[in-house]
Nanobody
Framework: QVQLVESGGGLVQPGGSLRLSCAASTNIFMFNDMGWYRQAPGNQRELVASINVGGITNYADSVKDRFTISRDGASNTVALQMNTMKPEDTAIYFC?????????WGQGTLVTVSS
């Protein structure tokens, strides 16, 4: 069983920055891709950003040019740097790791953007 542990959520003002981290219990290069989904109250879970085993990244249109996903193989972590944050970024953010059709999930971390 893969464990994914997120950290870094919290309260930030509009225009501010926050960095999320996801630590995996195994070698992250075993996964086809990893990344972050988010779910706001009343909304479906949506993909925010992903990075595949080859290092190719993908972003939701709503976060392009504001969020950056990265990884560190030495520590088996994936990070999400979030800049110029907006109230609509408020959600629970979930780290995931995909192997073919199987997904492992973190417990989620709450991000609130509010003044």
């Amino acid at each position: 069983q893969v464990q994914l542990v997120e950290s870094g959520g919290g309260l930030v003002q509009p225009g501010g920055s926050l960095r999320l981290s996801c630590a995996a219990s195994t070698n992250i290069f075993m996964f086809n891709d990893m990344g972050w989904y988010r779910q706001a109250p009343g909304n479906q879970r949506e993909l925010v950003a992903s990075i595949n085993v080859g290092g190719i990244t993908n972003y939701a249109d709503s976060v392009k040019d504001r969020f950056t996903i990265s990884r560190d193989g030495a520590s088996n972590t994936v990070a999400l740097q979030m800049n110029t944050m907006k109230p609509e970024d408020t959600a629970i953010y979930f780290c995931y790791a995909r192997t073919l059709r199987h997904y492992d999930w973190g417990q989620g971390t709450l991000v609130t953007v509010s003044s």
